[in-house]
């Protein structure tokens, strides 16, 4: 039997809809070649839907390699002085760690690439704009307070509504 999910929703979003508002990732002056694209789509069931497509990753030289990153979202949209102002991890709700809005999903490089696309209710594009999205040298171990151990901050781009619309 045929059954309608939001994942059919979340597809459709995904291929016919522009997304409202982008984050234009860029790797640190140790991985200069890191570049992204972080997109955040409004959907009916409120939340955002979120696609992430990253090249450039640390392993991207190393064959069959993969690796995990985190990807989280933080306080401030300030890439400057080596993404050293981003703030903490975006959390309106002072919550421990992993349990902050800006804690995401982790990236899963395969040869430096990677693709995510996920569903988040803890927050609305509105509330997410003008703040920073991050990828980390590490994975999260979901555990570490304040920020799960993740490491280097290794990319960064700032949340800003899509002109396009």
Known sequence: MYQFT???TFVNILEKNKPRA???VTGNSSNPQLSGL?????TPYGGVLIEAEVFGLPNVYTQDASDFYAMHIHEFGDCSDAFANTGGHYNPTNMPHPQHAGDLIPLLGNQGYAWAS???KRFTVDNIVGKSVIIHAKRDDFTTQPSGDSGEKIGCGVIRIESGR
């Open 6 to 8: 939001p994942r059919l």
């Open 22 to 24: 982008m984050a234009w």
């Open 38 to 42: 972080v997109k955040f789509y409004d």
């Open 118 to 120: 996920f569903y988040d």
